[in-house]
């Protein structure tokens, strides 16, 4: 199955994001520190042109805390370019961000006094949350599905610094196909757009490739399966997820292995790695 989800409403998003970013000083882009290259969004790198980026790996607690580190070695290259780290057990602060914030526009010539900042990134990766966060209060909507943000809202962060969240946005044709995949095993792509069997199957693929001790502590298994049909076919027994006489539910056990893998149940993982390193290294319990 192809996978694309570019509805009309990114679409009036992507029109809305073009006329924030002439106002707007720093563009904070939220990546998924899982996938961080399958969550880079050309057409958000594309309409931010040269704006300083402050790149935010958030949902870190979900991720190798290793891998991690040498991505945000990695995006932090080049003069324009910082990179933080965001996650339930390492939450950012305002000052840290707006601290980020200013060090990416020193020296940069000015006539405003009062600064935007413009949060970017995929659907579902975190981005209202991280401004509830770092306000400490809830001002945004916030839910474990894609596009829950509509519109874009501004808020005051400081006396010279604004700060604005937007709708999480992908792209018109999602090129490469196996990005695709991971994006929608991570939870980016709204569930009536994929089959959660399809995406079952890409995950448990990757995940007996190469992280199998991952599956093998959470579902007690005895020695590695033959392939992925075998895989689904235990855990669904293990796990009742049976229809009549018996027969596997296979919608329900791909919806177990999927929430077992988006809640970090699975352990912290990594799908991607940065360039010259072990893209095999990417787990740690
Ligand atoms: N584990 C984990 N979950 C997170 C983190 N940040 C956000 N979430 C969860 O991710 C889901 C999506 O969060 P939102 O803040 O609504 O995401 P968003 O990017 O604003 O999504 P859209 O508005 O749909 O584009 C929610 O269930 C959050 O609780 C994080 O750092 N770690
Ligand atoms: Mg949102």
């Known amino acids: 199955m192809s996978i694309s989800w570019y509805p009309g409403h990114m679409h009036k998003a992507r029109k809305e994001l073009a006329k924030a970013m002439l106002n707007t000083n720093v563009v904070i882009d939220v990546l998924d520190a899982r996938i961080p290259q399958a969550s880079s969004n050309p057409l958000l790198a594309e309409l931010r042109g040269d704006i300083p980026c402050l790149r935010i790996l958030n949902k870190s607690d979900l991720a190798n805390p290793e891998i991690t580190r040498?991505?945000?070695?990695?995006?932090?290259?080049?003069?324009?370019?910082?990179?933080?780290?965001?996650?339930?057990?390492?939450?950012?602060?305002?000052?840290?961000?707006?601290?980020?914030?200013?060090?990416?526009?020193?020296?940069?010539?000015?006539?405003?006094?009062?600064?935007?900042?413009?949060?970017?990134?995929?659907?579902?990766?975190?981005?209202?949350?991280?401004?509830?966060?770092?306000?400490?209060?809830?001002?945004?909507k916030?839910?474990?599905?894609?596009?829950?943000?509509?519109?874009?809202?501004?808020?005051?962060?400081?006396?010279?610094?604004?700060?604005?969240?937007?709708?999480?946005?992908?792209?018109?044709?999602?090129?490469?196909?196996?990005?695709?995949?991971?994006?929608?095993?991570?939870?980016?792509?709204?569930?009536?757009?994929?089959?959660?069997?399809?995406?079952?199957?890409?995950?448990?693929?990757?995940?007996?490739?190469?992280?199998?001790?991952?599956?093998?502590?959470?579902?007690?298994?005895?020695?590695?399966?033959?392939?992925?049909?075998?895989f689904l076919e235990e855990i669904a027994i293990k796990n009742g997820c049976l229809g009549r006489g018996r027969a596997v539910d296979w919608n329900k056990v791909s919806e177990l292995l999927l929430n077992d893998f988006r809640s970090g149940r699975l352990g912290r993982i990594s799908l991607e790695s940065p360039p010259a390193t072990n893209p095999h290294s990417g787990t740690s319990e």
Request: positive net charge; contains cysteine; proline residues 4%.
């Open 142 to 230: 916030t839910g474990n599905e894609p596009t829950v943000t509509k519109r874009q809202q501004r808020v005051k962060l400081d006396d010279d610094w604004y700060l604005i969240d937007s709708p999480g946005m992908l792209w018109p044709k999602l090129e490469d196909q196996q990005a695709a995949y991971r994006l929608a095993s991570t939870g980016t792509i709204r569930n009536t757009a994929v089959e959660a069997e399809d995406i079952a199957w890409f995950t448990a693929e990757t995940l007996l490739q190469d992280f199998f001790p991952c599956l093998q502590k959470r579902y007690e298994l005895s020695q590695k399966p033959e392939n992925v049909e075998s």
């Open 70 to 140: 040498q991505w945000c070695k990695f995006l932090s290259q080049g003069p324009d370019n910082l990179c933080l780290v965001n996650g339930r057990d390492c939450f950012l602060s305002k000052e840290s961000i707006l601290r980020g914030c200013r060090q990416l526009i020193k020296g940069k010539a000015t006539a405003v006094k009062k600064h935007q900042v413009l949060i970017t990134g995929i659907p579902n990766v975190g981005k209202s949350t991280l401004l509830n966060q770092i306000l400490c209060r809830k001002v945004a």
